[in-house]
Nanobody
Framework: EVQLVESGGGLVQAGGSLRLSCAAS????????IAWFRQAPGKEREGISCIADSESSTYYADSVKGRFTISSDNAKSTYYLQMNSLKPEDTAVYYC????????????????????WGKGTLVTVSS
């Protein structure tokens, strides 16, 4: 069974950095993409980044482009979201999710198409 477990959230001041991790296990095939979503209080969940096949296939929402970096370890057992220059509007619960049978991230992956979800980790950015 596929499991995704996020960690690394916390409280940080504006301008600071955090690195989120997503421990991935249970995959029996390699053709999947991992995406990061976030949900701010009172707002809908939104996709912010994805990675597939290799680190050469990545995509970012405009709101995080240039500040966030998605990556994975060589074994594809852990995925990361490095978040720099954090802003108060980045405050949200961050989720990682997997979309099977996807080998490239040509855009943000749709919320409804994700096959597996983690439970999320809270990031709070103070002003």
């Amino acid at each position: 069974e596929v499991q995704l477990v996020e960690s690394g959230g916390g409280l940080v001041q504006a301008g600071g950095s955090l690195r989120l991790s997503c421990a991935a296990s249970g995959f029996t095939r390699d053709d999947y993409a991992i995406a990061w979503f976030r949900q701010a209080p009172g707002k809908e969940r939104e996709g912010i980044s994805c990675i597939a096949d290799s680190e050469s296939s990545t995509y970012y929402a405009d709101s995080v482009k240039g500040r966030f970096t998605i990556s994975s370890d060589n074994a594809k057992s852990t995925y990361y979201l490095q978040m720099n220059s954090l802003k108060p509007e980045d405050t949200a619960v961050y989720y990682c999710a997997a979309d099977m049978y996807v080998t490239r991230c040509s855009g943000l992956l749709p919320l409804g198409g994700m096959d597996y979800w983690g439970k999320g980790t809270l990031v709070t950015v103070s002003s």
